[in-house]
């Protein structure tokens, strides 16, 4: 039986190729959308022979927003299902100095998500149908002077996703908010990552194919993030800003 389209945007993130790999494994055509990419063509065309799923690509820019329309109407049908996997942690030093790294940062990880997941969420709603989900992150679950920059963009999505939420619950319109822990990618590639509390990419996904099947609003993925940050949101203001972690 033929499954809901998905539409997977920044389809070249490592945590995006195992989402692909999830849903195409589970019979959905597929709709990816990154900027462009000479190597990415072998993968499309491996999903396509390996599972017998539709796959076409698209050139997306999330900072573009300009051009965010216009891919929406270009693209081959409306998905069922649309993932946002766009992401830029950035150096946090380089952030605190250079104004236009801090811009972008800020910018590629709330206003460009912000912008095409709301143009997504108006269809929606008209609709009566649909799934959004975003991938957010711990790094907005409270700011640490080591990635505040990435932290507050991603915290500023974490509520957009919250008052979507709340706004399309009335319309039949799912919205999944994704809060990874650490995990090994290419953006943490040269991070020492805490080994016990980090998942690989194929966890991620799974996390997420499921979430989206028992129609979950928040997901925390491993699972005792939730636990973690739920001890650090609890630290006193007054003791957590002479921390260093
Ligand atoms: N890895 C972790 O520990 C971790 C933890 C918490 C949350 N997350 C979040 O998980 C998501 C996936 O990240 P990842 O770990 O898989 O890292 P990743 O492989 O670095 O993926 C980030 C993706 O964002 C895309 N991107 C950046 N700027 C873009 C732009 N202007 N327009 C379109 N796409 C753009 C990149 O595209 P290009 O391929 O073209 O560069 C890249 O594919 C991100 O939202 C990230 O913040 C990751």
Redesign the pocket.
Same mark, same amino acid.
């Given at each position: 039986m033929t499954q809901g389209t998905v539409l997977i945007?920044? %389809?070249? @993130?490592?945590? %995006?190729k195992s989402i692909a790999n999830k849903f195409a494994a589970n019979g959905h055509n597929l709709l990816l959308a @990154?900027?462009r *990419?000479s190597n990415f063509g072998d993968e499309i065309s491996d999903l396509k022979l390996q599972f017998n799923v539709d796959v076409n690509f698209y050139e997306?820019? $999330? =900072?573009k927003l300009d051009t965010h329309k216009a891919f929406i109407q270009n693209l081959k049908e409306i998905p069922s299902i649309v993932i946002? +996997?766009? /992401? =830029?942690?950035g150096d946090q030093n380089e952030c605190e100095k250079k104004d236009d790294l801090r811009t972008k940062v800020l910018r #590629?990880?709330f206003e460009?998500p912000v912008n095409i997941i709301s143009e997504f969420s108006n269809i929606f709603e008209n609709r009566g149908s649909g799934t959004i989900v975003g991938? @957010? *992150? $711990? +790094?907005g679950e409270r700011g640490r002077s080591s990635n505040y920059i990435?932290g507050s963009a991603?915290a500023g999505f974490t509520t957009f996703l919250s008052g979507l939420r709340n706004r399309l619950a009335k319309k039949n319109v799912h919205v999944l908010t994704v809060i990874? /822990? #650490? $995990?090994? #990618?290419?953006?943490?590639s040269g991070l020492k =990552?805490p080994k016990f509390f #980090?998942s690989s @990419?194929n966890d991620v996904a799974k996390d997420i194919y499921f979430a989206i099947k028992k129609k979950k609003n928040v997901i925390y993925t491993m699972k005792v993030w939730r636990f973690i940050m739920l001890m650090i949101k609890c630290i006193p203001e007054r003791i957590f800003k002479n921390t260093s972690f």
């Open positions: 945007l920044g %389809a070249q @993130s490592d945590i %995006a @990154s900027r *990419s997306f820019d $999330v =900072l946002c +996997a766009i /992401g =830029l942690m #590629t990880n460009g991938i @957010s *992150s $711990v +790094a990435y991603k990874p /822990g #650490t $995990v090994y #990618t290419k953006m943490t =990552l #980090t @990419s």
